[in-house]
């Protein structure tokens, strides 16, 4: 397996069963703290999903755990390194401040790589123990994203090394986790503010799944409407308000703007997706605009780029984009949702964190 085949869509679809199951398991959590008649908090929640998500295709184990503190570390450092590579840093525009660390920007992501490096090493030498008292050769189907790796490394001519292995699986637990579960996260506190999109939602799911059935993502093509909610999300919440940043290797003009040789370049899709010049009532969360348009995710329609555009475009994109509707109809069509005691809708709050990624400043806590 190639780092490309493991985004192909029939790798895809031979981890259909683990996001279901991975979801189930986000289901009953849910249950449990519901009959204990406690709210819950969504971000956390969909995060432990996420992260169990994506670790069992990397390592095939699950790094998060509902109940227990570790899943809390984790995350924790995941969003702490997205904050201090976001966080606007003064030494970007005076680089000869870059030593200072003013902000303490280079000190906190160091820190936290570090840390969920560490994690990663321990893994790769588990493996590695484990295949030298391996006598037959493991199954295709239990082959994981860290076993390809390790062909990759070890094969005649090595085509990695560990440390870039370590730097390829930090950066897929940073890209996949809390993108998905902050995505989520966003689509609650949306529909939890707008009562009548949340029915409407709801609705359409019920009629396509009917009493009794679970949520697959076949279903997903019959939801146009949960679809547009998803979009929408996207549009007001790009997980990744200015994509990755760029170097321009040149000094470029570019629609009459001049971008020097070096510069620090960021696309703002934050921006781009309340451009009142683009968009009608842009602060609005109003699904409808997308129903009967072409308007998609994938980096053909400018005015909508949540996952960037062109050849660096999310290699997980349609991994994304499985597991944001599925998680999403599962919580709709299992829960009936409300605010915490003395929450209106219209008191909601919409408080964002920037980072690489943008959060909710203050959890959103639901009961359901
Ligand atoms: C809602 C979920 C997600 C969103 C919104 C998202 C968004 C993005 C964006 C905006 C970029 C940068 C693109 C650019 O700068 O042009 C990116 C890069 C990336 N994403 Fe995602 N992503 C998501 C989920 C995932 C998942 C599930 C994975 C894989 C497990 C993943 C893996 C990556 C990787 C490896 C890169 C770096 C690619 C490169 O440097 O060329 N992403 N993502």
């Given at each position: 397996m190639t780092f490309t085949q493991l985004f192909s869509p029939q790798r895809i679809e031979a981890t259909k069963a683990l996001r279901m199951k991975k979801v189930q398991e986000l289901v009953n959590f849910l249950s449990e703290s519901s009959e204990r008649g406690e709210a819950v908090d969504i971000s956390r929640a969909s995060f432990v999903t996420a992260l169990n998500i994506i670790s069992n295709i990397l390592f095939s184990v699950n790094l998060g755990s509902y109940d227990s503190k570790n899943s809390s570390a984790f995350q924790e450092m995941v969003i702490g390194y997205m904050e201090s590579i976001g966080n606007p840093d003064v030494s970007n525009f005076f680089p000869f401040m870059r030593l200072l660390d003013l902000q303490g920007n280079s000190k906190k992501m160091k820190e936290y790589s570090g840390k969920l490096l560490q994690v990663f090493r321990e893994f790769y030498d588990a493996r590695i123990l484990e295949n030298s008292s391996r006598i037959d050769e493991k199954d295709v189907s239990s082959r994981d994203f860290l076993d390809a790796l390790i062909d990759l490394q070890q094969g005649?001519?090595?085509?990695?090394n560990i440390d870039e292995i370590e730097h390829l699986l930090l950066d897929m637990f940073l890209a996949g986790t809390d993108t998905n579960s902050s995505t989520v996260e966003w689509a609650m506190t949306e529909l939890l503010g707008n009562p009548k999109t949340m029915t409407k939602v709801q609705d359409e799911i019920n009629r396509v799944i009917r009493q009794n059935g679970d949520v697959q993502e076949s279903h997903i093509s019959k939801l146009p409407y949960l679809q547009a909610v998803i979009k929408e999300t996207f549009r007001l919440h790009p997980a990744a308000p200015f994509l990755l940043p760029r170097k321009a290797e040149r000094d470029v003009d570019i629609l009459g703007f001049h971008v020097p040789k070096d510069s620090h370049v960021l696309v703002n899709v934050w921006a781009i997706g309340r451009d009142p010049n683009v968009w009608e009532n842009p602060t609005q969360f109003e699904p409808?605009?997308?129903?009967?348009?072409?308007?998609?995710?994938?980096?053909?329609?400018y005015e909508l780029t949540p996952f960037g555009?062109?050849?660096?475009?999310?290699?997980?994109l349609p991994l994304a984009l499985k597991t944001v509707h599925l998680m999403l109809a599962s919580l709709l069509y299992t829960f009936e949702w409300k605010l915490p005691n003395g929450v209106g809708s219209e008191d909601l709050d919409m408080g964002e964190t920037f980072g690489l990624t943008v959060h909710k400043t203050n959890p959103l806590l639901a009961c359901l």
């Open positions: 005649d001519e090595s085509e990695i409808e605009r997308f129903l009967g348009k072409d308007i998609d995710v994938k980096g053909t329609n555009a062109g050849r660096r475009i999310c290699p997980g």
